[in-house]
């Protein structure tokens, strides 16, 4: 989880567009939004968000009405915990096979694994 979470610091630090950009009207690319959300991306996002402890039950987030308005068909989310990494893949199934989560998820979770040195090769 160390390696996970360090790979996520390194990726917030070289950013090239920060998270608030990418979530409102672009500026730094004179895009329109529908061009930014058909494109994809990496967004992380720093802020903890405290767990709802519920004996027996996981819980996490859900912001209303924003949860359902996303156009994207396809988000993965790295969220950081305490001492634990929350990797989350979200799909729109109207637009995108089922079986592209555990594709996308499988392949993110690799990419945060390899850690920060694989992240410095790629640039």
């Known amino acids: 989880m160390r390696a996970l979470q360090q790979t996520a610091d390194e990726l917030m630090a070289a950013q090239d567009v920060s ?4 979530v409102t009207d672009d500026p730094v690319l004179d895009l329109p939004r529908e061009v930014i959300n058909s494109l994809p991306s990496f967004a992380y996002q720093d802020n903890l968000v405290l767990p709802l402890d519920l004996p027996g039950c996981r819980t996490e987030e859900v912001v209303e009405p924003y949860a359902r308005e996303w156009s994207g068909a396809c ?7 305490d001492e634990s990494v929350l990797l989350r893949v979200t799909i729109r199934t109207d637009l995108v096979p089922a079986p592209a989560a555990e594709i996308l998820a499988t392949g993110m979770l690799r990419f945060l694994e390899a850690g920060p040195e694989a992240v410095s090769d790629t640039r």
């Open 75 to 81: 988000v993965a989310e790295v969220l950081p915990g």
């Open 19 to 22: 998270f608030l950009e990418m």
